[in-house]
């Protein structure tokens, strides 16, 4: 918590915000607003009354208002249940304090309330149909609640505990925040060293890192429409800020761009832009932007400077970092490419605000691969937070994030070219791969089909006797959690059989198979196409859940 951050204390009613975020401001010495309590002055109505009287919208603007009037006051404020889940508000409130979610399981929260005369969505009700609704109104709001940096679980404490809990949480996230605005994952390759910068809010300062990392005098942004709309120009002051000549270059949206017209064009785009040896091709958007923008920087006059600035999670977890460039051909994905590392990853985990979420599910399953390959507390974590990881709030995002790179980046550190170690990245993406192949990579993200192989590979590992009992269902709990598939689409055995045969990472008759020893160890074994798949799979009857 930074001095002048409001401390917006939020939660279902009976949580507790207006006693706790008293009894809160009087600790901190800072004055306490409760805002129905300053509604309801302001007006001379209560708020049941206001509510009858002008309809919801017409309260929502007067929140509104008195929110926003003390937004950025070093105050503790307790807001009324909505008023986090209106359209942009969880944005605003974290951008002006700190969120503080007092959480409670319904019945406590009913234990509370009493009879809850002055609720007038409980008042009345029988306690059954209240314990409903309070569930119905939680399920509802709990994304948005989600959302907050600093989460308090309120079951069975009183007011004076809650509130030393909250005085506790807000000095462990504000020791995080002040050391660690930006944090760094080194990748460690020698020469070819490079920082991974993650922070919240960033794109700006980005100019100066890439002028620090590559002195370059011009650079060229090789983005999609949308993504530049929307972050281009951000990055673009910060570059021209630090004293480089910026052209932005635009790629038509889609793995379609991965092609050898498109790197022809960004040829003659550099071309136009008389772009020698000091110029940095910065990339950003996601991976088939870093993919095409890092092909072009590693053969533009025999490589240049290259920085990544990835936007969407897979991006950031995975096709950023390693070094891996490529652009596909007609027949196959991937095909023309080459090692060539960046100079500088830098991650804005804001930009991933404006994600889909079915993208940002996809980008979180090679996140959670890394957790299940090799980093049990990363995994642990997920299984405590995916649900504010996915609303990204912002200290578990950044967390989990930053855990993430760091297992890529050792990983690639070790291995730079795939000898070995870098094999154990493909967990899940044998079987993935298939199914991308029989789905004609349509209908199937790849980290939903990646999320299906994982499941698929923990169980197999635990039939071959490499993982105990329980690993495939761990992980199969946290997939779902985070809204991703895990049951096989169905197709007959011989097809998923020929689509492994075609893997181009099989060696020999053999393909190298990642297995699990448990959650947070892996290793490869040697199996044929026809062991990975035992024959009882052509009676499992299975879909495609989504
Ligand atoms: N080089 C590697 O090591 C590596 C690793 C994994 C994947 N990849 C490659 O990455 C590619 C897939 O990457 P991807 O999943 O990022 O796909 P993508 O680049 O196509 O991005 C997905 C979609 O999200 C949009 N988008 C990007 N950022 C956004 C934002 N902040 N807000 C809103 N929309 C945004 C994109 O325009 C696109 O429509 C594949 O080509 C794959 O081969 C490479
Ligand atoms: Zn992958």
Known sequence: MRERDTVWLVGLMGAGTGAVGARLAARLGRPFVDTDAEIERRDGASIPALFASEGEAAFRRRERAATDAVAGRPAVVALG?????????????????????????????????????????????APAERAARLRALLAERARHYATASVVVDTDGLDVEAVTERVIDALSEAGAGEESEAVRTVRVELGPRSYPIRLGWETLEQAGAAVAEATKARRAVVVTVPEVGRRYGARLERGLRGAGLRVRRLLVPDGERSKSLRQAQRLYDGLLDFDADRGTVVVALGGGVVGDLAGFVAATWMRGVP????????????????????????????????????????????????????????????????????????????????????????????????????????????????????????????????????????????????????????????????????????????????????????????????????????????????VVLRGIGQAETVPLAPAEILPGLLRRARSRVDR
Request: net charge positive.
């Open 306 to 513: 290259f920085v990544q600035v990835p936007t969407t999670l897979l991006a950031m977890a995975d096709a950023s970092v390693g070094g891996k460039v490529a652009i596909d051909l007609p027949r196959g994905k991937n095909l023309v490419g080459a090692f060539h590392q960046p100079r500088l990853v830098w991650i804005d985990l804001a930009t991933l605000r404006t994600l889909p979420r079915r993208q940002l599910a996809a980008g979180l399953a090679e996140v959670i691969k890394h957790g299940a390959i090799r980093d049990a507390a990363l995994f642990e974590r997920l299984e405590a937070d995916v649900e504010r990881v996915l609303a990204l709030a912002p200290g578990p995002a950044l967390d989990v994030l930053e855990r993430s790179c760091r297992i890529k980046a050792d990983v690639v550190s070790q291995d730079e070219r795939e000898g070995g170690l870098r094999m154990l990245l493909n967990f899940g993406h044998t079987l993935g791969h298939a199914i991308e192949t029989l789905l004609g990579y349509r209908r199937l993200l790849h980290g939903e089909a990646v999320a299906i192989g994982m499941v698929f590979a923990a169980r197999r590992s635990e039939a071959l006797g490499f993982a105990p009992a329980g690993t495939a269902d761990r992980l199969a709990t946290l997939l779902r959690r985070a809204g991703l598939p895990t049951e096989l689409p169905d197709f007959p055995r011989r097809a998923y059989l020929s689509a492994l045969r075609v893997d181009k990472k099989r060696q020999e008759a053999h393909i190298r198979f």
């Open 81 to 125: 249940g909505g008023a986090i889940a209106q359209p942009g508000a969880a944005q605003r409130l974290a951008r002006s304090g700190t969120v503080v979610w007092l959480r409670g399981r319904p019945e406590s929260l009913l234990r509370r309330l009493g009879d809850a005369a002055d609720r007038p969505l409980l008042a009345g009700a």
